[in-house]
Structure formats: C-alpha cells, structure tokens
C-alpha cells in the first residue's frame, strides 16, 4: 500500500481536431511530471480530441485517432508515472466521454461520465450516451474516485464514490469560465464535500484556453481532507504543477503546490477576452487582425485587447473617414494607435460612398436620405476591411458591443463584418468600465504597453457613429446605463416587460426595446462568435427563433 505519491496538473491548452498536437503536449507534460518524481500526471477532460469536440466526436476517424493517441500514452508509462488522461471512448455501439487510466504500460481502467450537462453552452446529450453510476478505481493501494466534470456538480455520483471507499476525488474538467464560475463551483462542491463525515482529498483539473466562443480559466487546484486548498493553478494560463500527497489516519493530506490569488472582476474579464482571441487567432492559423480605428471607444479597445492578447506588430488599425468624420475622431484614433504601438493607416472611403450615392441615385430618386445612406457607409467600409484581410491575410477584427448587438444597432455586412468579435457579450457600460480599468493598470496584463492606452478623450465623449451630421447615439437610443439595465433584464433574467416596468422603467420605452431585441435576431444569426463572459451570450446560450411573433 502506497501512503505517500506526487501528482502533477497538466493544466494545459488543448486544439480541438489536433489529437497528434494534443498528444505531443501529454508527452512532454509527463516527460516533466517524470524529472518531478511524480506518480501520476492528470490532464482535463477530453484532452486527445479537445473539448468541447461538437459533433466533430461522431467521425468515427477522430475517435480511432484518439484510441491509437492513448496507446502510444500507454506505452511511456512503462517506468512510470501514471497518465489520467480524457477521451472519447466508443464501446458496444455507444459513445462515451470517458477517463483513462494509464499505468504500467497498459489500460488498467475505464470511466464514463454519467451526469451530461444539456443547458446554456452545452449539448452532450446530442453527442454521448450517460455512463453508469462509476465505480471507484484502485491504483497502487488508494480508492480513487474519477469523476468527469458535470459528475462532480450533481450528487449522485460523488455520493456513490464516496459510499463505495473513495479516499481521493481526481476530477478531470472543461469547464468554461464565465464572470460567476468561482462562486458556482463554490456552492456546487462545497454543498456535498462539506456535508461528508470524513472529507476527502480532491484534485480539480480544468484545461485552459479559447475554443470559439467559449473561453476555459483553468484555476485547477487541491483540497486536502480537511478542506484546505494546497494548490491553486493561475487563471487563464498553462501551468504543470506538483503536489505531494501523504496518508494518515485522518486521510490524504497534500504540499508543495503552487498558490495563486484568484482573478476576479475587470481584469479576469480581460483575461478571459485576451486569451480567447489570442487562441482564436493562433489556433486556426491567422497572422494577426485588421479593424477599422474610427477614434471611438469601441475600436479603440478592440485594439487594446487585440495588442494585448496577440502584440502590437499583429494588429494593423484603419481609419476610413467620410464627410461626417470629425477632426477630434481624426485625432483619437492616430493618438490611440500610437499608445499602443500598432500600424496606422488612413483609407477615404469618401469617394467610394460617392459612388454608391451615383450607382443608387435613378432607384433611390424622389426618396429622402435616411439609415440606407448610413448603411452604405458602414459597408463602404466593411468592403474596405475585408479586401486588405483577403489580400494580406489578417483576420477582420468586428467590434461593435453586445448592447449594439441587441437592438440592431449594427451594420450587417459593414461594421458587422468580421472573423470574431471580443465585445459581442460586452454592454456598452461595461465598454467604458472596461477602458477606464485598463488605461488605470500600473501592471503588465497582457503584451501590450502598461498604463494609459486609450485617449481619455475617447471615453468622456458622447459616443456616436459619425453617419449623419451631428449624429450621437442616444439621438435614437435611450442613454446607456438605461438601455443596459434594460437589456440585462431581457436578456439574462429572462423578465417581462411588466416586472421592468415594475423595476421603475418607462413602459412604452421597454417594449421597444424588447421589440428591437427580437427583431435583431437574424442579424446576430449571421454575426461573428464571440467570447463568452457573461450569464448569456448571444451564440450557443441564447438561441431565439429568427421567426418569432411573441411579445409580452
């Protein structure tokens, strides 16, 4: 019987399809885990074939390609360490989301996840049969429990582990973070890990990185069998880490792991929309972005994120001005791009919208100008984008926010244009929130310059789209704070019209904007992914019929 092991996290980055790239990174993670001295290395949930896999885990070629891929794992455990590996695991005509044990050279056990989340980002029911209620595994004299993710937020499953002698909890994850994920996963464990009369060790292991629309923190740590944590993995950033663990009467106990502070508020949502669009851009192989720099706030922290998530040398910023550009935008925008560092160009689009203006005249003839003509600048400028990405190959950047989103307050094929959106599920108070706290950073957060990179110019202006003489947002919209709280409350509260009118807001006021929201619809449909930050995105949260009658 063993009484004293070393585990390694391989907090790691996964590419979903890459199972030779996945299976390099497990190679090298365990020839480290091996120079530490450790026992066994645990990687997340799904690692061979990167999760979430979609329905990329039904192609029966992707899921052979894992099975070889663990093989060849099995093989480098000879002479140790062990390997904890996920997969997708096909058995008798169904498909798993399954853990692997590795040891020895060999298999020596299989799990499949029973509890398949089937709410807000996820649909695994689509794509996996629901294991039975899983046994506990004995490595080297030690009841181990493995749950898989969602096993652990529900209380079956680490019920019956517990039941059956589990003395260690090793949980394998990909768990996409969200502004609220380390309050849930709080109360999610802590409801049945306090509630045990003899608590055991656990060992939480989350893969990191972006995946479309979903971004992954990390954040995996350990708790020792009185429920101290002994490690605590950084936020949002790869990390190998070892704990050794030593058994006593009153169960496992664990040190040496590294701890961290937890990330929360603006700078984990920075964080989080850094890496996303980092793994986005690196990930499907771009050289780096191109967006329009109007000196607005919008694209003015797109840029920043984008400097910060990729370097200055891969953001490349265009100023398109027409007849309704002012000089102070003329300014901000160039002071903004040498804030940060980033190429700076100025492309007329005046001539082209002329040409559009001629081009229309004889069908447009008797009719007055109105959002047509805006539009037409706002794709003039699409056109513009998306030709200097085709040519030189870096990705449009999209940067409208999430409340411009809701209300179909964007241009589809101009300022919508675009591969990804960093602020599609940012409000445009959070916009603000968001530069101030960024331009007030006296701390390296990501690869662009610390301190102040947004003009405060650029912030304390009323905002406006510059597509009609004189034009401000809130000619059309109700002023921002308003408008937000009363698109939270549509959005993620999911609240009538009267339980905001209850609230204190104008009637007439959020009917309207209910009525923009959902008639918006088809334009989000056709818009960029975006990351994932709040309670509800636009995207995979949040899917409304394009065809929809119903109002409250």
């Not at 040891?103 to 794509?127: M, Q, S, T």
């Not at 700076?344 to 100008?369: H, R």
């Not at 056109?383 to 409208?400: D, E, I, Q, R, W």
Request: glycine residues 8%; hydrophobic residues 40%; aromatic residues 8%.
């Amino acid at each position: 019987m063993t009484d004293r092991i070393i585990l390694v996290t391989a907090q790691l980055n996964p590419v979903v399809g890459d199972v030779a790239g996945n299976l390099a990174k497990a190679r090298a993670a365990h020839a480290e885990a091996k120079t530490r001295g450790g026992d066994m290395v645990v990687f997340p949930e799904m690692f061979l074939l990167g999760y979430p896999p979609e329905d990329l885990v039904l192609k029966p070629s992707a899921v052979e390609a894992c099975r070889s891929a663990l093989d060849a794992l099995a093989a480098i455990t000879r002479d140790g360490p062990a390997i904890l590996i996920g997969l997708p695991w096909k058995q008798n005509s169904c498909l798993y989301n399954a853990v692997a044990l590795l040891d020895e050279g060999r298999l020596v056990a299989l799990r499949f996840k029973r509890e398949l989340p089937n709410y807000a980002v996820f649909d695994e029911k689509r794509v996996f049969e629901a294991g039975p209620l899983p046994d506990i595994v004995k490595w080297r004299g030690i009841k181990l429990g493995l749950p898989i993710c969602e096993d652990l937020w529900l209380g079956d499953v680490p019920r019956a582990l517990i039941d059956k002698g589990a003395e260690m909890i090793i949980t394998l994850n990909g768990s996409p973070w969200r502004r609220t994920i380390e309050r849930e996963r709080k109360q999610a464990f802590s409801g049945w890990f306090d509630s045990w009369a003899s608590p055991k060790a656990m060992i939480f292991v989350n893969q990191v990185g972006g995946q479309d629309e979903l971004v992954f923190d990390g954040a995996s740590f350990s708790r020792d069998s009185e429920g101290r944590e002994v490690q605590r993995l950084p936020a949002f950033e790869e990390a190998i880490d070892a704990v050794e663990w030593v058994r006593t009467d009153k169960g496992w106990f664990g040190a040496g792991g590294q701890i961290v502070s937890v990330k929360s508020g603006l700078e984990a949502d920075w964080k989080a929309m850094t890496r996303a669009l980092g793994d986005y851009i690196g990930k499907n192989g771009f050289p780096g972005v191109v967006l329009g720099m109007s000196g607005g706030i919008d694209s003015a922290i797109s840029a920043a994120i984008a400097v910060d998530a990729l370097g200055a040398d891969k953001v490349w910023a265009v100023m398109m001005p027409s007849k309704y550009t002012s000089q102070e935008s003329f300014e901000d925008a160039k002071a903004c791009a040498e804030a940060l560092g980033i190429r700076y160009d100025i492309i007329d689009v005046e001539p082209t919208i002329a040409s559009f203006n001629a081009i229309l005249s004889t069908p447009f003839k008797g009719t007055k100008p109105d959002t047509t003509e805006e539009n037409l600048q706002s794709r003039a400028r699409g056109v513009v984008l998306m030709a200097l990405s085709n040519k030189f190959g870096p990705m449009v950047l999209s940067t409208g926010n999430k409340s411009e989103m809701a209300v179909g307050y964007a241009t589809l094929y101009g300022d919508m244009n675009g591969g990804y959106n960093a602020l599609k599920d940012i409000y445009k108070t959070e916009v603000f929130e968001l530069a101030w706290w960024r331009n007030s950073a006296n701390h390296q957060v990501g690869l662009g310059p610390v301190g102040q990179v947004i003009p405060e110019r650029i912030i304390t202006k009323p905002p406006s789209a510059e597509l009609a003489e004189d034009q401000k947002d809130e000619d059309s919209l109700p002023p921002y704070d308003v408008l937000d709280a009363i698109l939270y409350g549509l959005i993620e509260e999911e609240r009538s019209v009267r339980e905001l009118v209850a609230d204190g807001h104008d009637e007439a006021e959020v009917k309207r904007i209910e009525n923009l929201l959902y008639r918006a619809e088809y334009k989000r449909r056709q818009a960029p992914p975006g990351v994932k930050i709040g309670p509800k995105n636009f995207g995979r949260d949040r899917r409304y019929p394009i065809t929809n009658r119903f109002r409250n």
